[in-house]
């Protein structure tokens, strides 16, 4: 893996632990050797998806198509999000409909589906305020699942691996050795 696309999920243009853990993912995969691109959700423009016609077309949002043409080109996804109502932002799920859209994660056929980024592995880098391991028992972290299955795994991208951050409103010492463990799996490639 030489090609890195890190997708910062966080809604929010103000500050985000978020953003910092994005950044540093990518600085620690540059000085892993990789080429990388990132994608700030908060500065990108595309419409909510509202009819199963426009799911079925190719976009045409410029956003969209460059995001596009970042997923193909990139050997490893890595989605960085906080974790609102159990799961990633209304806007990042929005951002992979429309990245979906006309086919271009599986083509769809009447004996199954074909996926469309076979060869790709990804890492879910998500932020919570409650600690990670409750999430994981007490709900059985389904909001990640679902994404790792119903949409990466779907989709062919394998292995989906997860680093969960629970208590991010932590001391500013947790938050530094937080963003230094993510540089280091950008800098391993994992």
């Known amino acids: 893996m030489h090609k890195v696309l890190v997708i910062d999920g966080h809604p929010d243009?103000?500050?985000?632990?978020?953003?910092?853990l994005a950044d540093?993912?990518?600085?620690?995969?540059?000085?892993?050797?990789?080429?990388?691109?990132?994608?700030?959700?908060?500065?990108?423009?595309?419409?909510?998806l509202r009819s199963?016609?426009?799911?079925?077309?190719?976009?045409?949002?410029?956003?969209?198509v460059k995001a596009r043409e970042d997923v193909m080109w990139a050997d490893h996804?890595?989605?960085?999000?906080?974790?609102?109502?159990?799961?990633?932002?209304?806007y990042v799920r929005a951002f992979l409909e429309q990245i979906a859209r006309?086919?271009?994660?599986?083509?769809?056929?009447?004996?199954?589906?074909?996926p469309g980024l076979k060869g790709k592995s990804a890492r879910l880098i998500v932020t919570m305020g409650m600690p990670a391991l409750a999430y994981r028992l007490m709900f059985?972290?389904?909001?990640?699942?679902?994404?790792?299955a119903s949409v990466l795994g779907f989709a062919g991208v394998r292995p989906?691996?997860?680093?969960?951050?629970?208590?991010?409103?932590?001391a500013p010492e947790m938050q530094r050795r937080r963003i230094a463990r993510v540089r280091a799996l950008g800098a391993a490639g994992r």
């Not at 006309?102 to 199954?112: E, H, K, L, S, T």
């Not at 059985?140 to 790792?148: I, N, Q, R, T």
Request: net charge positive; hydrophobic share 50%.
């Open 77 to 90: 996804l890595v989605f960085v999000f906080p974790l609102w109502l159990g799961s990633a932002p209304a």
């Open 52 to 64: 199963a016609a426009a799911f079925a077309a190719a976009p045409n949002e410029p956003d969209i």
């Open 102 to 114: 006309g086919g271009f994660v599986a083509d769809i056929g009447p004996r199954g589906w074909r």
């Open 160 to 170: 989906v691996r997860a680093s969960l951050l629970g208590m991010i409103e932590g």
């Open 140 to 148: 059985g972290a389904h909001g990640v699942k679902s994404l790792e």
């Open 24 to 48: 540093a993912y990518v600085e620690g995969a540059r000085e892993g050797g990789r080429q990388t691109r990132l994608i700030r959700l908060a500065e990108a423009s595309f419409p909510v």
């Open 13 to 20: 243009r103000g500050p985000a632990l978020c953003h910092a």
